[in-house]
């Protein structure tokens, strides 16, 4: 699987749009995008995944350039319920005997009231 | 429901012990996952069970000995644990296989070895 790397920490101001960002350079055509995010003494809670296009669901979009190598998450209006680390992982599609992710270091996202 | 849940919550045990850790799911997953997560640092995969079998054995120490009993459930056997397996266990579970998008992660169980 590819290698990511992100930034360590970020902060942004409660309402205002977080931009995180995810540089992916190996990355290979058949590998996905995965975002993943763990607050504080939970378990990692799945945001949102892409192979190519640009995604968005109820929780976050998902913005991948045109050549793959890089990616930002964006969540439009952040909460403090939104301070977290957030994982980018990248990775082939799910086989039949599951889902290996590998978790990377993360960028650990301070929403400021 | 969409809820992973794990018990103990918390746990404390001597190296001499054997307990046990518990995992179940309702939503009509068939792969199942533990991971490790020790503190500030981000969580690493142990084992993988697909349709109830044992896909996936990240190389872990035969003193933790995971079991899938049935689709819902997955255990985590513990017996002679050393100081430095203190960590947080969590537990995942995803649609079969190759539909594995997706894990849902139940919130750990915090174990401290003594």
């Known amino acids: 699987d590819a290698k990511t790397t992100q930034p360590t920490s970020m902060d942004c101001a409660e309402g205002r749009a977080a931009n995180l960002p995810c540089n992916h350079s190996?990355?290979?055509?058949?590998?996905?995008v995965y975002w993943y995010r763990q607050i504080h003494s939970q378990g990692p809670q799945y945001i949102i995944h892409g192979l190519k296009n640009n995604e968005t669901n109820e929780m976050a979009s998902l913005i991948i350039t045109e050549d793959r190598k890089s990616s930002t998450l964006i969540l439009p209006h952040a909460t403090l319920r939104d301070t977290a680390v957030y994982y980018c992982i990248v990775r082939v599609a799910p086989r039949s005997s599951g889902d290996k992710l590998t978790f990377g270091t993360g960028t650990r996202l301070a929403v400021r009231p | 429901d969409t809820e992973v849940t794990q018990t103990p919550k918390h746990l404390v045990m001597g190296m001499t012990n054997k307990k046990s850790l518990k995992c179940e799911q309702h939503?009509?997953?068939?792969?199942m996952y533990w991971y490790k997560q020790k503190a500030k640092k981000p969580p690493e995969l142990m084992f993988v069970?697909?349709?109830?079998?044992?896909?996936i054995n990240e190389s872990v120490p035969s003193r933790f000995s995971p079991e899938c009993p049935n689709s819902s459930l997955l255990n985590l056997h513990l017996h002679a644990l050393q100081p430095e397996d203190s960590a947080l266990y969590l537990c995942a579970s995803s649609r079969e296989g190759r539909l594995s998008y997706e894990q849902y992660f139940g919130p750990g169980t915090r174990l401290t070895v003594t």
């Open positions: 069970y697909s349709y109830e079998k044992l896909s």
């Open positions: 939503m009509g997953h068939r792969a």
């Open positions: 190996t990355i290979s055509g058949n590998e996905y």
